[in-house]
């Protein structure tokens, strides 16, 4: 399984970015995909994460803001956010597992599989 994040770099909070991560060697229906994030000096902290029938979860600090998808016939995560804030700003990590609940790895921000991760910075 392989993990590749885009969509990172510089934005203002008015804009909404779109994180997608491509995956291979990936099956949704054995992997439940996430995302994490990290700002400087701090802890990994899950954002948010789905599962193979579309449930998702997100961390308390983004709901409502952001969005989880996976488009299944191109193999492709994505995190869709809005309203971004400057606390945002952190390294965004694509990351799977498989054999956990998805609420759970999203609670512990623990995954197996990760991608290279892409960095986010908010200005206002």
């Known amino acids: 399984l392989q993990l590749l994040e885009s969509g990172g770099g510089s934005v203002q909070s008015r804009v909404s970015p779109r994180l997608p991560c491509a995956a291979s060697?990936?099956?949704?229906?054995?992997?439940?995909p996430g995302w994490v994030r990290q700002a400087q000096g701090k802890d990994r902290v899950g954002v948010a994460a789905?599962?193979?029938?579309?449930?998702?979860s997100y961390g308390d600090s983004v709901k409502g803001r952001f969005t989880i998808s996976q488009d299944n016939a191109k193999n492709t995560l994505n995190l869709q956010m809005n309203s971004l804030k400057p606390e945002d700003t952190a390294m965004y990590y694509c990351?799977?597992?498989?054999?956990?609940?998805?609420?759970?790895?999203?609670?512990?921000?623990?995954?197996?599989?990760w991608g290279q991760g892409t960095q986010v910075t908010v200005s206002s």
């Open positions: 990351a799977a597992d498989r054999g956990v609940p998805y609420w759970w790895l999203l609670l512990r921000g623990s995954y197996n599989y």
């Open positions: 060697g990936y099956t949704s229906r054995r992997y439940c």
């Open positions: 789905i599962d193979s029938d579309g449930s998702t």
